[in-house]
């Protein structure tokens, strides 16, 4: 190893270098644009990845959510165009005949005015029950989310969106334990939450109410909104939600075939054509960055044969006066890593510096499209690392290439 550190090595690189600066600065560009390019594809994938998971983390990924609509087919003497209504009966039916449920949670949701003093603001109310915070889960600020308790004794509780907060109180307030107003009805705020990236309450907010204080007050009786359901591990989400159809369908004597009587949303179908675009673009990113290494690589390996041509004369020159093959090499192939080193390097910081600019610009904010666009520290050192190694192994060529000269074929060049 000492060759690395002797000063005559490194002189006859500078040499090298200096006298070819052009097409050596050529070279370094090329191989510094594939790790650049590695870099910053690799970010903006991490960046869209973190966006993803801020706008669905807070939701259980093996969710459905199921409604009623109206035929579009007659069946048993119904005329087509019957207006379907989800049944709290409906519930016992689901739990006992499904397989793979984990939960199946009812919801209702309005609009209305809701009041503190001489503020208001209309925003959306959901009838809810404690189970929604374990399928959708809540970053409490203050107090609790509702609980069992409030739906047995039918409480007049509310939980509020941090929006709200804002718009119904003063700031440092503290709210748990005041009464706002719902439609001139008051409820007692037990609970508050920061919003998330994926709004569920219109513009303004959502505030949380228990869902048989929801059925008492709107008078909704037996009936359901929606239903939000959610799988056990292991079970396919995609056939809960036909079973379910299906079930409710028998329950409510509709057509087998109609497919418009309830509708649905799958949330973990949409998450699962996310996350397989998100592989593929990781995929594709490697495949683009790394060929454009090889690419970089390539073109040093290149430059590097027309270099030993050049000094054809000068080595023969050393190989007369008795400079071994592998000391004539080894200069090659350090040259080579020399150069892919360097590349390598300025490329990381460029891409480094690109991926702060994206964040600054691009990932700040409720609309920010990158969060957080980041590369982890082991893919750099691996990416550096293959690169080096790719170096190492292209330089190989034009070091044999030098010592397969002749030292008195190489003396007569001219």
């Known amino acids: 190893m000492k060759f690395i550190f002797d000063l005559d090595t490194w002189q006859e690189i500078y040499s090298s270098i200096r006298k070819n600066k052009i097409r050596t600065a050529i070279t370094i560009i090329g191989v510094m644009w594939g790790i650049f390019l590695l870099v910053v594809l690799l970010g903006a994938a991490k960046g869209v990845e973190n966006n993803f998971n801020k706008i669905f983390g807070s939701f259980a990924t093996n969710s459905v959510f199921i409604w009623a609509q109206s035929t579009s087919e007659p069946f048993k003497g119904f005329q087509e165009g019957r207006r379907l209504t989800l049944k709290m009966t409906d519930l016992a039916s689901i739990n006992s005949e499904i397989k793979g449920l984990e939960f199946v949670v009812p919801r209702h949701q309005t609009q209305a005015v809701a009041t503190n003093n001489f503020k208001s603001g209309t925003f959306g109310i959901y009838g809810d029950y404690p189970e929604l915070d374990k399928i959708q889960k809540k970053d409490m600020v203050w107090g609790r989310f509702i609980n069992h308790n409030d739906i047995l004794e039918n409480k007049k509780v509310c939980v509020i969106e941090e929006e709200i907060y804002k718009q119904l109180f003063d700031k440092e307030e503290y709210p748990i334990g005041q009464y706002i107003k ?177 964040d600054a610009t691009m990932g700040k904010g409720d609309n920010a499209t990158l969060s957080n666009p980041t590369v982890n520290v082991e893919v750099i050192l691996i990416a550096f690392a293959t690169l080096m190694i790719l170096g190492t192994l292209i330089g190989l060529i034009p070091a044999q290439r030098a010592v397969s000269i002749k030292p008195i074929e190489a003396l007569r060049e001219e």
């Not at 949380?208 to 239903?227: D, K």
């Not at 360097?342 to 990381?348: D, E, P, Q, S």
């Open 182 to 358: 719902i439609n001139s009805i008051n409820y007692k705020l037990v609970g508050m939450y920061k919003e998330g990236a994926l709004r569920t309450g219109g513009p303004q907010g959502s505030i949380h109410i228990p869902f048989t204080t929801f059925q008492q007050v709107y008078n909704r009786g037996n009936s359901i909104g929606w239903l939000t359901i959610t799988g056990k591990s292991g079970f396919d989400i995609s056939q809960i939600e036909t079973d379910v159809k299906l079930l409710l369908k028998n329950l409510h004597q509709v057509n087998p075939e109609d497919n418009r009587a309830f509708g649905s949303f799958n949330l973990g179908k949409e998450i699962a054509k996310v996350t397989g675009f998100l592989t593929g673009m990781q995929f594709l990113t490697w495949f683009v960055g790394i060929a454009t290494l090889i690419a970089g690589v390539f073109a040093i390996g290149n430059i590097l044969l027309i270099t030993v041509k050049e000094r054809t004369k000068e080595i023969g020159i050393r190989r007369a006066l008795g400079a071994k093959p592998w000391e004539i090499k080894r200069q090659i192939i350090l040259e080579s890593v020399f150069l892919t080193g360097v590349a390598g390097a300025l490329g990381i910081i460029a891409g480094g510096l690109v991926l702060m600019i994206i």
